[in-house]
């Protein structure tokens, strides 16, 4: 491709120096590249040796490429900070993550309930639906997706968070079967107390006025 240069068009060539023996002459185009440029003066097409190389040209595209190699740059410097606040924030994550892989989703939770359920025995739908509410409000809170069981140390990580922090379990579906059938029998007790309050309540108004 020819290169303009005040007003010559110039292009590299290569020529033979016409030597039998030469390597460079049988084995490749020749010797160079030389530049030549060719132009029109009055009429006549003119020739010009240019050297061995373009010194002109090659610091213009030198120009233009310096800003670019600069942009490079701090692109690729951007992109390692980047990378290192990318790093930081995965290390960062890496905890939770792990954590929701040994915690329980609801699904799990419904599964131990419906066993602890079966082995209960004979209780009422009521003390059981309220049961199950106050589990799965203390397990998930507002609407995690997994308890949040681990939050202790040691061969014991698991505490519950119904009877606090002297109830600490070796896994988490342990503590979640033992702190139901805490919770049924609570609300057995807390059910039965109020119909018994209920009994005398209604006791005393039906005979208070004899006393
Ligand atoms: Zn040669």
């Not at 033992?178 to 309050?197: F, M, P, S, V, Y």
Request: proline residues 4%.
């Amino acid at each position: 491709m020819a290169v303009h240069i005040d007003g010559w068009s110039v292009v590299p060539q290569y020529r033979k120096c016409g030597k039998g023996n030469c390597k460079v002459c049988h084995t490749g185009k020749g010797h160079g590249p030389y530049y030549y440029g060719t132009r029109l003066q009055n009429g006549k097409r003119c020739s010009k040796y240019f050297g061995q190389s373009l010194p002109d040209t090659q610091d213009d595209t030198q120009d233009e490429i310096r800003p670019l190699q600069q942009e490079l740059a701090e692109a690729k410097r951007l992109i390692a900070v980047l990378q290192a606040e990318n790093a930081t924030l995965r290390k960062q994550l890496q905890p939770t993550s792990v954590r929701a892989a040994e915690e329980l989703s609801q699904a799990d939770v419904e599964q131990i309930w419906a066993r602890v359920v079966k082995n209960a025995g004979d209780m009422s739908e009521n003390v059981l639906q309220t049961a199950y509410s106050s589990l799965i409000r203390g397990l998930f809170g507002k609407g995690n997706t997994y308890t949040r069981l681990h939050t202790g140390r040691g061969g014991r990580p698991y505490v519950c968070p119904f009877r606090g922090p002297r109830f600490r379990y070796k896994d988490p579906v342990r503590l979640v079967e033992t702190a139901a059938k805490w919770i049924i029998i609570n609300e057995q007790i807390r059910q039965d107390n109020k119909a018994e309050l209920r009994k005398k309540r209604e006791a005393i108004e039906r005979y208070g006025t004899l006393i």
